[in-house]
């Protein structure tokens, strides 16, 4: 029974990330850094510092499937979706 929750864990969480796909050129410039996709969430955070505000993300059962990362930069806000410890989309939001 164990081994049958975790597999059905481990599956969802595997095709909830699959289904977020990143969109197309979506990187930011944080001074001389350049964050995408794919990179850590470690680089944002060396980047960006801390953030301001952090949103847990949770499937409808309840898990959790990453955060909602926010920075001011200027007028605009940046939102980072971080899953497994990676960026999965950036978003400028003015």
Do not use: C, H
């Amino acid at each position: 029974m164990r081994t049958l929750v975790f597999t059905v864990a481990f599956a969802l969480a595997f095709l909830s990330t699959s289904v977020l796909a990143e969109r197309p050129g979506s990187t930011y410039r944080a001074g001389n850094k350049v964050l995408s996709p794919g990179d850590s969430a470690m680089k944002v955070q060396d980047a960006m510092g801390e953030p301001e505000s952090k949103e847990p993300i949770q499937n409808k059962l309840g898990a959790q499937m990453g955060e909602y990362w926010y920075y001011r930069d200027g007028n605009k806000t940046v939102k980072f979706f971080i899953s497994g410890g990676q960026i999965v989309s950036i978003e400028e939001i003015r």
